[in-house]
């Protein structure tokens, strides 16, 4: 049994190979820019729309409140990042039912590279919300003495990320084979559907954890002008 889709080699050239991560990573992709071009080629203002239109419409408004509610922040600026991290790590769970597939989440290198991102996206949204002054101050908050542990704090979150999201996806897969090969009837059913609620959970976390470090990032400039609005206004 394969615990991660890297150790499956779909094709080898000399020292060159290609695994089922990057396979499997680039269907994803494909599903998801195939699909997203049929849902948006032609979009309707009308109540009559189509169910992927509506299927659509429903995600995207659903992930602006999540925004929303938890930066307490207009969601335009972070839908686009966040919504991608929740679509491509529900799609690449979900499709765990077709037989064969294996999930890229279930790379240690696959959920790595969504952290890093996250790494690189908290810095650049804090940055063009308060400045690279306004950014950089907190880490020397409370006092300077806790420099080293507010830059140990971003690292060490970013690596939780990534084995959180590793763990759990590997660890279903695993669970369902082993079942598959004890029982191979009804429980290994029981798992898939399990699998498949656990993997938007965790779609669901992956998304909120990052736009919670986001909205760590970016509101402090927003309570200062908050206060100066009310210092004003009184």
Known sequence: MNLTPDRIIVWQWGAFDLNATLVFTWLVMAFLAIFSGWVTHKLSPSTQISRGQNLLEVLVLGIRNQIREVSEQEPDPYLPFVGTLFIFIAVSNILSVIPGYQPPTGSLSTTAALAICVFFAVPLYGIGKQGL?????????????????????????????????FGNVMSGTTIAGILLSVVPLFFPAVMQVMGLLTGLIQAYIFAILAMVYIAAATAVEQDKNEATGELKNG
């Open 133 to 165: 002054r306004g950014y950089l101050k907190q880490y020397l908050e409370p006092n300077p003495i806790m420099l080293p542990f507010n830059i140990f704090g971003e690292f060490s979150r970013i690596l939780a990320l990534a084995v959180r999201l």
